[in-house]
């Protein structure tokens, strides 16, 4: 694997984009994977940050991803490090699902926020924003 640009290894698009889903919440990984699934993007899950990072060291860079913060094994917020530490996955925009009332944004980035529960069009207005 090399280093630079992540150009190479994003995903293909005829289908929509790639959305790699990270919660350990199987029930609410299942219903964001089925609305994205109907919307023509192809939904990627994993239930905790560490299986995400491993996903994409092997696999095509998802388009975006939607970040649970509160899981077990790695959290969101330690993903996030890791993920902004690496320069191959920096580049993939994140989309913080939070039921957390306080998320400290010191420690996700430019991450965008979206708090649970949240309408289901503004979830696809910052995934789809020139839908």
């Given at each position: 694997m090399t280093s630079g640009s992540s150009a190479g290894r994003s995903a293909p698009e005829r289908f929509g984009k790639t959305i790699l889903v990270i919660d350990d919440d199987a029930d609410g990984r299942?219903?964001?994977?089925?609305?994205?699934?109907?919307?023509?993007?192809?939904?990627?899950?994993?239930?905790?940050?560490?299986d995400a990072l491993g996903y994409m060291s092997t696999s095509p860079l998802p388009n975006v991803i939607l970040l649970d913060l509160q899981m077990p094994v790695m959290d969101g917020y330690e993903f996030r490090a890791r993920q902004i530490a690496n320069r191959e996955f920096a580049s993939v925009p994140v989309v913080v699902i939070s039921d957390q009332r306080s998320v400290d944004p010191s420690r996700i980035g430019d991450a965008v926020v979206m708090p649970k529960p949240f309408r289901v069009d503004e979830l696809l207005a910052v995934i789809e924003p020139n839908a």
């Open positions: 299942d219903m964001l994977a089925h609305l994205l699934q109907r919307k023509g993007h192809r939904v990627v899950t994993c239930a905790n940050g560490a």
